[in-house]
């Protein structure tokens, strides 16, 4: 399935060179496989990078068995999107039952669990040692970061003593990690993220259809930032990491 999503998803993009570019589907329930499409994917049909969506089946994908992607998508020199996905059921029961109507669904998604639940994800990733293993490995996460630059300095003073790494927390997400601007449009989480990460480190993107182009760009245009780094954000960072 993932085979055949990808080439429906390249020959979008094959038809409109000028205005697409793709990340692959991955079959994360079999690394091995996942890896040689991902591979397949870069080398045939000129992919970007994959999008996986959070857990597999509540697993994290520090969890070595998923490794294999993360050798592969270094040594093909692309990122990998992690983009978030529902909780898992037991979490879900624990932290976001018992509230009236759609309220714990949408809290659990969108309202606030995909963000915290997506960078904890990243945190694993960096705690789990897979940049340790893997040092020019990038991996992009939305939201402004989901949550990530306005807590790094705490996760950083707090878990660095307790983490057998090679840097310190902050270290990676400076270096291996890019976010994207999707989905929120207000200036406080942007200005954190450039202070935090550096603009060279940020992503223009809107989420459609969970946000809308047109707010997203009037966001872009009024930041409060110098043209250079919007020019960054826009379009120049994306380039660099896409080989675009």
């Given at each position: 399935?993932?085979?055949?999503?990808?080439?429906?998803?390249?020959?979008?993009v094959?038809?409109?060179?000028?205005?697409?570019?793709?990340?692959?589907?991955?079959?994360?329930?079999?690394?091995?496989?996942?890896?040689?499409?991902?591979?397949?994917?870069?080398?045939?049909?000129?992919?970007?990078?994959?999008?996986?969506?959070?857990?597999?089946?509540?697993?994290?994908?520090?969890?070595?068995?998923?490794?294999?992607?993360?050798?592969?998508?270094?040594?093909?020199?692309?990122?990998?999107?992690?983009h978030?996905?529902?909780?898992?059921?037991?979490?879900?029961?624990?932290?976001?039952?018992?509230?009236?109507?759609?309220?714990?669904?949408?809290?659990?998604?969108?309202?606030?669990?995909?963000?915290?639940e997506?960078?904890?994800?990243?945190?694993?990733?960096?705690?789990g040692?897979?940049?340790?293993?893997?040092?020019?490995?990038?991996?992009?996460?939305?939201?402004?970061?989901?949550?990530?630059?306005?807590?790094?300095?705490?996760?950083?003073?707090?878990?660095?003593?307790f983490?057998?790494?090679?840097?310190?927390?902050?270290?990676?997400?400076?270096?291996?990690?890019?976010?994207?601007?999707?989905?929120?449009?207000?200036?406080?989480?942007?200005?954190?993220?450039?202070?935090?990460?550096?603009?060279d480190?940020?992503?223009?993107?809107?989420?459609?259809?969970?946000?809308?182009?047109?707010?997203?760009?009037?966001?872009?245009?009024?930041?409060?930032?110098?043209?250079?780094?919007?020019?960054?954000?826009?379009?120049?960072?994306?380039?660099?990491?896409l080989?675009?």
């Amino acid at each position: 399935m993932s085979t055949e999503v990808n080439d429906v998803l390249a020959k979008a993009v094959a038809d409109h060179p000028d205005r697409f570019a793709g990340f692959a589907v991955l079959p994360t329930l079999d690394a091995a496989a996942a890896a040689d499409e991902l591979e397949r994917t870069v080398k045939e049909l000129g992919l970007k990078g994959a999008l996986i969506n959070g857990h597999t089946r509540g697993r994290f994908l520090d969890d070595q068995a998923f490794w294999p992607i993360f050798e592969r998508a270094e040594a093909l020199e692309v990122p990998i999107y992690l983009h978030p996905t529902p909780p898992p059921p037991q979490v879900r029961e624990a932290y976001y039952s018992g509230l009236p109507g759609m309220v714990g669904n949408v809290l659990a998604l969108a309202g606030w669990g995909w963000h915290c639940e997506t960078g904890l994800h990243a945190l694993r990733l960096v705690l789990g040692g897979v940049f340790d293993r893997f040092p020019r490995l990038q991996v992009v996460i939305g939201h402004m970061g989901e949550n990530i630059p306005f807590s790094l300095a705490r996760a950083d003073q707090v878990l660095t003593p307790f983490a057998s790494l090679q840097r310190g927390i902050a270290d990676y997400f400076q270096e291996n990690f890019y976010v994207t601007t999707s989905g929120y449009f207000t200036f406080p989480p942007l200005l954190c993220a450039m202070m935090v990460l550096g603009v060279d480190r940020i992503i223009f993107s809107v989420d459609y259809p969970f946000s809308d182009n047109v707010e997203g760009r009037a966001f872009l245009d009024a930041a409060p930032i110098a043209p250079a780094d919007r020019e960054k954000i826009a379009h120049g960072n994306v380039e660099k990491l896409l080989r675009m």
